[in-house]
């Protein structure tokens, strides 16, 4: 165990032990963690080594203190660390609320959830160490130096592993797909959509419409502007080609649409 | 000192192979006639006390040096390059619970994989794509290969350091599995005689 | 059956050994206070009528197998060869977008595929032209074989992994591919258009 301990690259060497001063707390690089989880696990290892029977709500505040504390230095945070406190802040109150046998699934069982997906960690964490401490080839014992080989003759047997077939794969799907990626960065309503759309809901009614009527619905505010941008000008070029009729009352006004007769 | 003619073809077929063997492979060299079971574990039992012995990976055989003798042997150059914690912890997950999705890895890390961490593995050669899960999405599992095995001297799966006590703990078992066996201990121990028709409605 | 301490030493350190070593050399790994004259004809006893033997050639000791086993570790006559990057790359594209035509792998990775590259996949056994695509010029078309699902452990075709997973597993990774498309730029720059045919399977 000692060598597992040795071999284990934990970038936590202090382990935030309770009663340890907050100037203390702050010394520990927040990019040594992977993550909030990760953190979480430090601190109940520093309280208890049975993960089941550490305390929650205490875990919870030390959490909450060192977030706090960090965000107090200005360190930047990612989001997931944040959101993890959230959900902390929350499971709280709720275990120090009365308890509503309606809450669904209930604050204890959120808390055991979180203990055994710590426990999770903490073995895997474990179990690595104890991997990389093993008697490894090439480093605690060695194959023959220089094997005679066993295969002699003329006649190729070809190799090639599943990872050299994959990676070949991906190698070419990147080399000739390039624009696809920028494409799918940001999404466009092209001015061909938009005619298509336009003429095809525009159809024989002689009433004067808002063009904004035509727009399609659109959650991502970049494709929305570009629908917009994209019906007007396919409104221009449908009232080029005789197609419609375009009305505004005034600079800003709606602009209004009505089909040819 | 001498030994039998089948041990001593055996003993140069392994010594002169440049990887480790499968019985299949040894006995494509050695023809059908020999008791290659029987024969490897003389073998394994000739060389017991030397500094060279004869191990089995995976099902494979290879020589290799004595573990104990590691501090003659090792050079700066030898120190393999140093995996980092996320790829560590990914390996011992993929090895412990083979086979698993990247999903099912992130569930337990609490982080996303980064890309590269099973890249890098699947370059060492310690990890394989190995199918996929049969559900939605049909996302790609992974499992470790026989080099792994090789590289941390594992016989076989079972030889994982502490594989029958996580087990025997139920921390290889999904978190549900878990917290319903942890919740029918606790009713046990709460109300040991009460009506199992009661006990039903409770813990929904 | 065990050795002495020193016998040991002296048998890993001449295994792990990647040339043949000289007193010399062996002494700076056991340390001076061994008699190695003594040890080293130790050992060659111990291995007297062994499958391996200890020589020395030269005043440099290495193991070897034993003459007289040689006609056993030559009975197989192939040698693993690795394949060209443009014909993984021709193997992929066969594999994940079968059948294909030469005119659509020249497509999709953008450079000339040899017929050389082709012959060298079907010599393997996997793949295999499947059919004439009925379009002008009747094209041959190819897909795998049983032997490609079997030599890379796939169920079928199924199990390789989509476009996602590569780019979560760090396979499409557009830095070193820019790189290596410059790198295979400046190299056709330098050899532009030889005659495909010729090249043969060894166009990197």
């Known amino acids: 165990m000692d060598a597992a301990e040795d071999d284990w690259d934990a970038p936590v060497t202090v382990a935030p032990i309770p009663d340890l001063a907050r100037e203390e707390l702050l010394t520990i690089d927040i990019d040594g963690w992977e993550g909030p989880l990760d953190l979480l696990l430090d601190l109940a290892r520093a309280q208890k080594v049975d993960l089941l029977s550490i305390s929650i709500t205490e875990l919870v505040q030390q959490y909450l203190d060192f977030i706090e504390n960090a965000r107090a230095l200005r360190l930047e945070l990612a989001a997931d660390y944040l959101v993890m406190a959230a959900w902390l802040a929350y499971l709280k109150s709720s275990l120090l609320l009365p308890s509503d046998p309606a809450q669904e699934p209930s604050p204890e069982e959120l808390a055991l959830r979180l203990q055994l997906r710590l426990q999770r960690l903490d073995a895997m964490r474990e179990a690595g160490a104890r991997l990389m401490a093993r008697d490894r080839l090439g480093r605690d014992v060695f194959l023959c130096g220089a094997p005679e080989g066993l295969h002699v003759g003329k006649s190729a047997e070809w190799t090639c592993t599943l990872f050299d077939l994959l990676s070949a794969y991906g190698r070419v799907k990147a080399r000739t797909a390039p624009v696809l990626h920028q494409v799918s960065r940001r999404p466009v309503w092209s001015l061909e959509q938009a005619v298509a759309r336009l003429s095809l809901m525009i159809g024989d009614v002689p009433d004067w419409r808002d063009l904004a009527v035509f727009l399609p619905q659109m959650s991502d505010a970049d494709y929305a502007r570009s629908a917009l941008a994209s019906t007007f000008t396919a409104a221009l070029e449908l009232a080029r080609t005789g197609r419609l009729e375009l009305a505004q009352d005034g600079a800003f006004a709606p602009i209004l649409v009505r089909p040819m007769p | ?204």
Not at chain 2, 16 to 38: F, Q
Request: net charge negative; charged share 25%.
């Open chain 2, 1 to 204: 000192m001498s030994l039998p003619d089948h041990l001593r073809a055996l003993e140069a077929v392994l010594f002169a192979a440049d990887t480790p063997m499968t019985r299949e492979a040894i006995a494509a060299y050695l023809g059908d006639d020999i008791d290659l079971r029987a024969a490897l574990s003389d073998l394994q039992a000739q060389y017991a006390g030397h500094g060279i012995e004869l191990v089995e990976r995976a099902g494979r055989w290879h020589f290799q040096t004595a573990p104990d003798l590691a501090h003659l042997l090792r050079r700066e150059s030898s120190e393999p390059r140093k995996l980092s914690r996320a790829a560590v912890e990914t390996l011992a997950i993929i090895a412990y619970q083979q086979p698993v999705s990247r999903a099912e890895i992130e569930a337990i890390r609490g982080v996303q994989v980064a890309k590269g961490t099973l890249d890098v593995l699947m370059e060492a050669g310690w990890i394989k794509p190995a199918g996929r899960r049969e559900v939605p999405g049909r996302p790609v599992i992974y499992a470790v290969t026989p080099a792994f095995f090789s590289h941390f001297g594992l016989a076989s799966r079972r030889d994982l350091p502490g594989l029958s006590e996580l087990r025997a703990a139920g921390l290889l078992d999904p978190i549900d599995l878990a917290l319903e066996a942890l919740e029918s201990q606790a009713l046990e121990a709460v109300a040991p005689d009460t009506d199992m028709d009661n006990r039903g409605g409770d813990d929904d």
